[in-house]
């Protein structure tokens, strides 16, 4: 693979445009981490961000079109940014993880939403100069499965899909997998598994429902709306939700280059601001945000219709998974999907801890070394975050015990 310019890079701007994360975008994501791809792309963005002083820098925002995206949006529909004093660009919509990150490293955008365990891999496997300074939403993923599958048991011997090996969605389904008594491989999709083996294999989120309504796979776990609609088709119905295994964890973080921290720290602190205001904003505003999210909307965020988004942020339906026994831990009061921005040091701490036993494909090789006391300081810079938060009165604005400290609950 070569380094390529802004021109080449497939950015798609379509509406109708989905995820997608092929097995060539995973072996793009492996070349980034080799100085001859990386140095040139780390060039280019350099170049691009000494052609703005301060906070004269718009903001470029890159996203996939899932509801982990949803602050980032909201804030550029409801104006948030500018209310701050910044500038826009409209929103970059990208069909894969790894042309987010081309186009991150590049500094055409330059505010992301990133997989929690790829910042891990970003900063620490590829070399890229990454800080997380906020969450951008907690919980948000599910593992859905076929209409015969009740108990994770049943998955033995079966195919489950995942969107990518570095993500909360692999962590999670592993760990549940064990508890249960089952070995999650890695193999062809016709291998012959045992009984007590699960092969995982990573496939797009959108082609996710129709392998699961043409039995292709017998489950998958990803973020939502995908979960959603695949209830609303009947193709399909949720087995466990992510946020009742790790309570209220994270999945998606705000990312920006540490350059723009250590140049423009007063442009970052604007930005989490406006993010920080968008995620309180969202948690009283459901249906306003379904609509803004959606293909009916004005901005045309995504491609997803408006009843699955508002079964992922209605929080009166997340009551009947409780209903039905679906929530193991209703005394947790989680939502299907919430928003909390402050990025806890205690989760990034058990992050790596888990990754470092969990199955993952490529050079994990930086896991084996790496603290995470070390990551949880030197990923994450909560400054920004911790402002932002007491600007809009404290924790308790996010119904939360003020402070900046919790235990992590993982069932």
């Given at each position: 693979m070569?380094?390529k310019?802004?021109?080449?890079?497939?950015?798609c701007?379509?509406?109708n445009?989905?995820?997608?994360l092929?097995?060539?975008?995973?072996?793009?994501?492996?070349?980034?981490?080799t100085a001859?791809?990386?140095?040139?792309?780390?060039?280019m963005g350099d170049?691009?961000?000494?052609?703005f002083?301060?906070?004269?820098?718009?903001?470029?925002?890159?996203?996939l079109?899932?509801?982990?995206?949803?602050p980032?949006?909201v804030?550029?529909?409801?104006k948030l940014?500018?209310?701050?004093?910044?500038?826009?660009?409209?929103?970059?919509?990208?069909?894969?993880?790894?042309?987010l990150v081309?186009a991150?490293?590049?500094?055409q955008?330059?505010?992301?939403?990133?997989l929690s365990?790829?910042?891990?891999?970003?900063?620490?496997?590829?070399?890229?100069?990454t800080k997380?300074v906020?969450?951008?939403?907690?919980n948000?993923?599910?593992?859905?499965?076929?209409?015969?599958?009740?108990?994770?048991q049943d998955l033995?011997?079966?195919?489950?899909?995942?969107?990518?090996w570095y993500?909360?969605h692999?962590?999670?389904?592993q760990?549940?997998?064990?508890?249960n008594?089952l070995e999650p491989?890695?193999?062809?999709r016709?291998?012959k598994l045992?009984a007590?083996e699960v092969?995982l294999?990573?496939?797009?989120?959108?082609?996710?429902?129709?392998?699961?309504a043409?039995?292709?796979i017998s489950?998958?776990?990803?973020?939502d709306?995908?979960?959603?609609?695949?209830?609303?088709?009947?193709?399909g119905?949720v087995?466990?939700f992510?946020?009742?295994?790790?309570k209220?964890?994270a999945?998606?973080v705000?990312?920006?280059a540490e350059?723009?921290?250590q140049?423009?720290?007063?442009w970052v602190?604007?930005?989490?601001?406006?993010?920080?205001k968008?995620q309180?904003?969202?948690?009283?505003?459901?249906?306003?945000?379904?609509?803004?999210?959606?293909?009916?909307?004005?901005g045309?965020y995504?491609p997803h219709a408006?009843?699955?988004?508002?079964?992922?942020l209605?929080?009166?339906?997340y009551?009947s998974?409780v209903?039905a026994?679906?929530?193991q831990h209703?005394d947790?009061?989680?939502r299907?999907?919430d928003?909390?921005?402050y990025?806890f040091?205690?989760?990034t701490?058990?992050?790596?801890k888990?990754?470092?036993?969990?199955?993952?494909e490529?050079?994990s090789?930086?896991?084996?070394?790496?603290?995470?006391?070390f990551?949880a300081?030197?990923?994450?810079?909560?400054?920004f975050?911790?402002?932002?938060?007491?600007?809009?009165g404290?924790?308790?604005?996010f119904?939360?015990?003020?402070?900046?400290?919790?235990?992590?609950?993982y069932?």
């Amino acid at each position: 693979m070569t380094a390529k310019t802004s021109s080449s890079l497939h950015i798609c701007t379509s509406s109708n445009c989905t995820c997608h994360l092929s097995r060539r975008d995973v072996l793009r994501l492996g070349a980034l981490a080799t100085a001859a791809v990386a140095a040139p792309l780390l060039s280019m963005g350099d170049a691009r961000a000494q052609a703005f002083k301060g906070d004269d820098q718009p903001v470029r925002i890159g996203y996939l079109p899932i509801t982990d995206a949803t602050p980032l949006l909201v804030a550029h529909a409801n104006k948030l940014y500018e209310a701050e004093g910044l500038r826009t660009e409209k929103p970059t919509l990208f069909r894969s993880w790894a042309q987010l990150v081309e186009a991150f490293v590049s500094n055409q955008v330059n505010v992301i939403h990133m997989l929690s365990p790829a910042t891990l891999w970003m900063r620490y496997g590829s070399k890229f100069p990454t800080k997380v300074v906020a969450w951008n939403h907690v919980n948000g993923s599910a593992i859905t499965v076929t209409p015969e599958v009740n108990t994770v048991q049943d998955l033995g011997g079966k195919i489950v899909a995942i969107p990518f090996w570095y993500s909360i969605h692999n962590i999670v389904l592993q760990s549940v997998l064990r508890h249960n008594g089952l070995e999650p491989v890695s193999r062809a999709r016709d291998a012959k598994l045992k009984a007590n083996e699960v092969n995982l294999i990573v496939m797009p989120p959108a082609e996710m429902v129709s392998a699961l309504a043409t039995k292709a796979i017998s489950g998958y776990i990803v973020a939502d709306p995908f979960n959603a609609n695949a209830e609303l088709l009947k193709v399909g119905k949720v087995l466990r939700f992510t946020g009742d295994v790790w309570k209220n964890h994270a999945c998606c973080v705000l990312t920006v280059a540490e350059r723009d921290i250590q140049e423009r720290p007063e442009w970052v602190q604007r930005v989490t601001n406006a993010n920080v205001k968008a995620q309180l904003w969202v948690r009283s505003h459901q249906a306003e945000t379904a609509k803004i999210l959606s293909k009916d909307g004005e901005g045309k965020y995504t491609p997803h219709a408006m009843p699955g988004l508002e079964k992922v942020l209605n929080t009166a339906d997340y009551q009947s998974y409780v209903d039905a026994g679906v929530i193991q831990h209703k005394d947790w009061n989680s939502r299907r999907i919430d928003f909390q921005p402050y990025p806890f040091p205690s989760y990034t701490e058990q992050l790596v801890k888990s990754l470092q036993v969990t199955q993952l494909e490529g050079d994990s090789a930086f896991l084996k070394e790496l603290d995470p006391n070390f990551a949880a300081t030197d990923l994450v810079d909560d400054r920004f975050a911790k402002e932002a938060i007491e600007q809009v009165g404290g924790m308790s604005a996010f119904d939360l015990p003020n402070g900046w400290s919790r235990t992590e609950v993982y069932a």
